[in-house]
């Protein structure tokens, strides 16, 4: 199984671990007191419903319903969809389950920073901020026409899409392509 799917059933994991998205718009301050895990943030939102898949099988419920606080970059629905044919699939099989788990969990990061935090430390940091995930891996945050990058350890790059979705335990940021781990 190569690592672009593992990452893909990895995402989709953080994804499932956030139901109240949906109900949740990220521009009211009223919501930062939001009473859903990141979970319930996800499995609320029909565009998670591959990472609440992947979440789910890789055994991440509980952990990302835990007291966090944690920052999830949950791609979307059209990001594993971006995968190669059959790679989600093969993911969410019972024998790979340490493979998406590390993809998944290379989306979550120990700690809450909401869009602005982010975009601070790219300023601070001379355009890149290197942020080290749950995983293990780094992402790099950067600057692209006003919206924030991330880059992989491999060189792929994700837009974020949404910021700010905030949940109980943390805060979600929606982007538009799965990342992937070394």
């Known amino acids: 199984m190569n690592f672009k799917k593992l990452f893909s059933i990895t995402v989709f994991a953080i994804i499932v671990s956030l139901p109240t998205f949906a109900n949740t718009d990220p521009k009211d301050k009223n919501n930062e007191k939001n009473e859903k895990t990141i979970v319930g943030v996800a499995a609320a939102n029909d565009n998670f419903t591959t990472l609440v898949a992947a979440v789910k099988a890789a055994g991440l419920v509980e952990t990302l319903n835990s007291d966090g606080p944690f920052t999830v970059f949950a791609p979307i629905n059209d990001a594993f ?52 995930t749950v995983q293990g891996g780094t992402l790099t945050a950067s600057l692209k026409d006003g919206k924030v990058i991330l880059k992989d350890t491999k060189g792929n790059t994700s837009t974020v899409i949404i910021t700010d979705v905030a949940a109980s335990n943390g805060v979600v940021h929606a982007i538009d392509t799965v990342v992937m781990p070394k």
Do not use: R
């Open 81 to 132: 969809g971006k995968l190669p044919k059959g790679t989600v699939e093969s993911l969410l099989k019972p024998e790979n389950k340490k493979l998406l788990t590390a993809i998944l969990t290379y989306h979550v990061v120990a700690g809450e920073f909401k869009a602005k935090d982010v975009l601070a430390a790219i300023k601070a940091n001379n355009g890149k901020f290197d942020i080290k």
